[in-house]
């Protein structure tokens, strides 16, 4: 079965950082590409940032370029959002998603599995 969980999401001031963590298990994550996604109220899910399994290449949107970096630890299976310089317009349900491909993108259709999402909130 496969099961997707984040966390480490919460309330942080802006200019903060926090990390999300996103767990997989009955998968092997490093076999297919990982997505960051967030919705906030009101708003379409869009896409933050992605990695692929062939290469590990890395895409952000251009809201978080050069703010947000993604990683993974395959022998943890996990997939991390390190999220710095964070801003009130973060604020939003943060979800990761596999896609039963080596490379996807940041279009929510492209992905198969979701996690049930993390809430981060930046205010001060």
């Known amino acids: 079965q496969v099961q997707l969980v984040e966390s480490g999401g919460g309330l942080v001031q802006p200019g903060g950082s926090l990390r999300l963590s996103c767990a997989a298990s009955g998968f092997t994550l490093d076999y297919y590409a990982i997505g960051w996604f967030r919705q906030a109220p009101g708003k379409e899910r869009e896409g933050v940032s992605c990695?692929?399994?062939?290469?590990?290449?890395?895409y952000y949107a251009d809201s978080v370029k050069g703010r947000f970096t993604i990683s993974r630890d395959n022998a943890k299976n996990t997939v991390y959002l390190q999220m710095n310089s964070l801003k009130p317009e973060d604020t939003a349900v943060y979800y990761c998603?596999?896609?039963?491909?080596?490379?996807?993108?940041?279009?929510?259709?492209?992905?198969?599995?979701w996690g049930q999402g993390t809430q981060v909130t930046v205010s001060s």
């Open positions: 990695i692929s399994s062939s290469d590990g290449s890395t």
């Open positions: 998603a596999t896609a039963r491909t080596v490379v996807a993108g940041l279009a929510p259709f492209e992905y198969d599995y």
